[in-house]
C-alpha cells in the first residue's frame, strides 16, 4: 500500500523560509514532487525530481524553492525561501510509480502554508 505522508506546513512571515517533507512508502517512485492548490484555483505544479536527480521548476518559484530527494529513504523535501502571500496554499507531495507500461499516481492528504504578516 502507497502511503505519502507530509509535513511542515506553518504560518510563516513575508520573506520567510519553510521546509515541506514527505515521506513516501510502498513503492519505487520515478518521479516525486509537489503542487499546491490555493482557495478557489487550481491545483498547480510547484517542483518534481525524478529518481536521477533531474529537477522541474514553476516558473513562479524558480530561484526561491529548491527540491531534492533522497532515494534511499524515499523522501522528497521542498526548500521554500522568501515566501510570498500568493504562495499560500495546501501542498500536496505527489509520486509516480511506473510498474510495466502503466504510471500510477499517488497524492499525500496535503499541508497547509500561509504567508501572512
Known amino acids: 500500500q502507497v502511503q505519502l505522508v507530509e509535513s511542515g506546513g506553518d504560518l510563516v512571515q513575508p520573506g520567510g523560509s519553510l521546509t515541506l517533507s514527505c515521506a513516501a512508502s510502498?513503492?519505487?517512485?520515478?518521479?516525486m514532487g509537489w503542487y499546491r492548490q490555493a482557495p478557489g484555483k487550481q491545483r498547480e505544479l510547484v517542483a518534481t525530481v525524478t529518481s536521477g536527480g533531474s529537477t522541474n521548476y514553476a516558473d513562479f518559484v524558480k530561484g526561491r524553492f529548491t527540491i531534492s530527494r533522497d532515494n534511499a529513504k524515499n523522501t522528497v523535501v521542498l526548500q521554500m525561501n522568501s515566501l510570498e502571500p500568493a504562495d499560500t496554499a495546501v501542498y500536496y507531495c505527489n509520486a509516480q510509480a511506473q510498474i510495466r507500461l502503466v504510471v500510477y499516481e499517488y497524492w499525500g492528504q496535503g499541508t497547509q502554508v500561509t504567508v501572512s504578516s
Open positions: 510502498g513503492s519505487i517512485f520515478s518521479v
